[in-house]
């Protein structure tokens, strides 16, 4: 179907990019326009209703019409629409949600650093690991692991964890010193007759063995989702992080605990970590 001249479709295809787009259907079909939401529900530019079930990419566990969040962000464009971190600078909004994220962190966290989303917040995350382990004096100690299918976010940095080719294809991604390990998904990746106990041990093995390949001394850390989401939402086998942990631990590397979509309730504890039993040494969330 042709495009309405001057449509709010026909002016996105003519000026935006959208990411995870086919954008040569794209400008045949253009966009799908939604316009309003209430609750669960949101509705396109010609009044179809749909379900949105996953919440805005992750991003509208409360609700499309939510009165807290009007009247808190409206409240908050009057005193004070917008201030930064940078340079010792801080406000009362930023310093309340760090101490109740501290608060309610899954296992003992020093501080909490903002970013924008959270392609950025590994980003940033992949920075103090990098930091961290220049502070100690081990500076060739920088290869990030992450696993194949899965997903960390759209950034460079995040993109190189992402273990999914496509989110690779065409933008020279992984960069260097970024290496992905098994997926830990028992239905497709066992072996016959091996038990889910079985599996995670040899996804451990398999994991100790691409840390002795690349070499211990330059491994940083590893990013695990606590449920792979955009790799199909797996679950991993049972004694998984246990034994992931313990290589870890063995090797100096720290664990992040991608807590994008896993985070705030999602899992049924506050955190996924609590949920399967992680012990990061890093939290990312959003």
Known sequence: MALRPNSAAARDVAYTLHPFTD??????IGPLVITRGKGVRVWDEDGKEYIESVAGLWSAALGFDNERLVQAAT???????????????????????????????????ARVIFANSGSE????AIKMAWYYNNALGRPAKKKVIG?????HGITLAAASITGLP???????????????TMTPHHYHEAMNGETEEGFATRCASELEKLILAEGPETVA???????????????????YFEKIQAVLRKYEILLVADEVICGFGRTGHYWGTQTLGLQPDIITSA
């Open 23 to 28: 954008l040569v259907a794209h400008e045949k």
């Open 147 to 151: 696993r194949i299918k899965g997903y």
């Open 166 to 180: 496509n989110n690779h294809r065409s933008f020279d991604l992984p960069l260097p010193g970024f290496v992905h």
């Open 75 to 109: 409240n908050q464009m009057r005193k004070l629409p917008f201030y930064h971190a940078f340079n010792a600078k801080s406000h009362e909004p930023l310093i309340e949600l760090s101490e109740m994220l501290i608060e309610r962190a899954p296992v003992p966290m």
């Open 221 to 239: 850390a590893m990013w695990a989702e606590p449920i792979m989401g955009a790799g199909g939402v797996i679950l991993p086998p049972r004694g």
């Open 121 to 124: 917040a590994n980003d940033t």
